[in-house]
């Protein structure tokens, strides 16, 4: 059972992120107010109407809480199993891996032949990220090892998708794969939803089990070893849970950084600094800030739309840097 450390906490999240997901539903080019959410609610709406709620900004918005709740647990996560405050979703491989097999499909032509062929690949990339990330690191490793094979992953996708790009002899090739590993919701649709939630709900079931062996894992390795918690067994649930939210994530709205890393930081001394309870409380964080990021993506934009993974960047990036001078500070 997940306990909040503050009162109050898990409702204010809620309903931020309740208020956030509605934002993302009535905020857009063509303006939609309480009068038409009632119209479509009641089955009075007209068609225009209707095609903008349902099939344009709903499952946008469902994919960006989806989107966003993965990125928060999975950095939560992460950052309690590696005792590691740097750490984050793209830190294994999954991300990359995930890019790479989307990038493929386009490079391939197959994502034209069919729409979800992109996020298949990306999925797909996903899986066999972690087939390989098992490999290399063992069955009896450190977490540091774990690290290192990322690292290695990720290096060695992010060559390919370079090479991919390189090799790219069509421009407009290139500037879609270029656009898409920018990270965006626009353009989806409820077979994104349906194609991607099994695996986010799956991964998620995995991560949110893992919250006792992480406060276990608090007090050391030898500790939580003594305690019962067999930690290779926890480290395969936890890559693997990565490896089927975080590859979905990315195979359907690209890579979208930064979200992982930021909201755990910012949430965590709400809950005392119990890794059991920041694991919902990031995941609704998360959540709630991809909604918002993609709320004032469609605000900001005039001509072209800006980029969701550009936004989220920007707004991580700097708190990258104050997190770093932070830490050194604490070593100092």
């Not at 709406?45 to 209707?50: G, K, L, N, P, V």
């Not at 032509?109 to 992109?118: D, E, I, M, Q, V």
Request: aromatic letters at 6%; charged letters at 10%; a positive charge.
């Amino acid at each position: 059972m997940i306990k909040m450390a503050r009162p109050g906490l898990f409702s204010i999240l809620f309903i931020s992120t309740l208020l956030a997901f509605l934002g993302s539903v009535v905020v857009g080019s063509s303006y939609v107010g309480g009068r038409e959410l009632l119209t479509v609610l009641s089955g009075t709406a007209d068609q225009t109407t209707r095609l903008i709620l349902l099939e344009i900004r709903l499952p946008r918005a469902l994919l960006g809480l989806m989107i966003g709740m993965t990125l928060g647990l999975g950095g939560a996560v992460l950052q309690g199993f590696l005792r590691n405050p740097l750490a984050e979703p793209g830190l294994i491989g999954v991300t990359s891996a995930a890019s790479l097999g989307a990038v493929l499909t386009i490079y391939s032509g197959l994502s034209a032949l069919f729409a979800l062929a992109l996020p298949i690949g990306g999925i797909t990339g996903a899986l066999l990220a972690v087939l390989l990330i098992q490999l290399l690191a063992g069955n009896n490793s450190s977490t540091l090892r774990l690290i290192l094979a990322g690292v290695a992953v990720t290096s060695f996708a992010s060559a390919l998708t370079s090479l991919v790009l390189n090799l790219a002899s069509n421009p407009f090739i290139a500037l879609e794969i270029m656009f898409w590993l920018m990270g965006s919701l626009a353009d989806r649709s409820f077979e994104h939803v349906w194609l991607s939630a099994p695996f986010m709900l799956l991964g998620w079931c995995l991560l949110l089990l893992q919250g006792k062996a992480l406060d276990a894992l608090t007090l050391g390795e030898e500790a939580a070893q003594s305690l019962g918690f067999n930690l290779n067994h926890i480290r395969t649930y936890i890559v693997i849970g990565i490896a089927l939210s975080v590859g979905a994530a990315t195979a359907v709205a690209g890579a979208i950084g930064f979200i992982g890393l930021v909201v755990p930081h910012l949430l965590r001394r709400w809950v005392a600094h119990k890794p059991s309870s920041l694991l919902l409380a990031s995941g609704l964080g998360g959540a709630c800030l991809t909604l918002l990021a993609d709320i004032a993506v469609r605000i900001l934009s005039t001509g072209t739309e800006l980029k969701l993974g550009v936004v989220t960047a920007l707004i991580g990036a700097p708190f990258f840097l104050l997190l770093i001078m932070k830490t050194q500070k604490e070593l100092q």
